[in-house]
């Protein structure tokens, strides 16, 4: 009977994890991207790569990002690194809002794509979770001018958002 139970329930996690029906989306705020913008502002002005996290909630295909969180980290014009004090001190963060660390954001001095070191290098990774890539250092905030978005998904890996899966909900609707 236990036998049966569980496999039952490991067959209801496969399926909970098996490719949703739709493509993934990512929702964010105008107020987030402002908020993203104030948080990489240093590395912008030095030119430096930056990082920034952002917090929200998903179900795993639809994520929804509500303010950022700049985590304490070391930049130079071509590489960030996040020690993994710091990165707990980013989920402590997102725990206290009863919120989830749902994105990374991080720039690159040029063109905007999701590096081989991007991929391997990515702290998080879970159905669901976000990763955008800004251009020329992040100048074009609160813009996603030119962004590389993805969306990462078990069965694919990050998986890359057209224009028409992000929607920056407004900050006010008149
Ligand atoms: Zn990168």
Not at 40 to 46: A, D, H, N, Q, T
Not at 73 to 81: K, L, P, W
Not at 115 to 133: Q, T
Not at 146 to 174: C, H, K, M, N, R
């Amino acid at each position: 009977m236990m036998k049966w139970l569980l496999q039952g329930l490991k067959r209801q996690r496969i399926l909970a994890s098996s490719a949703p029906q739709t493509s993934p989306k990512l929702i964010l705020t105008e107020v987030c991207l402002r908020a993203i913008r104030q948080c990489l502002l240093p590395e912008i002005e030095r030119k430096h790569e930056g990082i920034t996290y952002l917090l929200g909630r998903t179900n795993g295909c639809i994520t929804i990002a509500a303010t950022a969180v700049r985590p304490e980290a070391q930049t130079t014009s071509g590489s960030f690194e996040v020690a993994s004090l710091a990165m707990a001190r980013v989920v402590r963060c997102a725990a206290k809002l009863n919120l989830q660390v749902v994105a990374q954001v991080h720039t690159h001095p040029t063109i905007a794509f999701h590096s081989k070191g991007d991929e391997e290098g990515a702290r998080i990774k879970y159905n669901g979770y976000a990763s955008i890539v800004l251009p020329d250092y992040g100048q074009h905030l609160p813009s996603l001018k030119d962004a590389a978005v993805y969306i990462f998904q078990d069965a694919q890996g990050f998986v890359l958002l057209s224009l028409g899966d992000i929607t920056i909900a407004p900050e006010i609707v008149l």
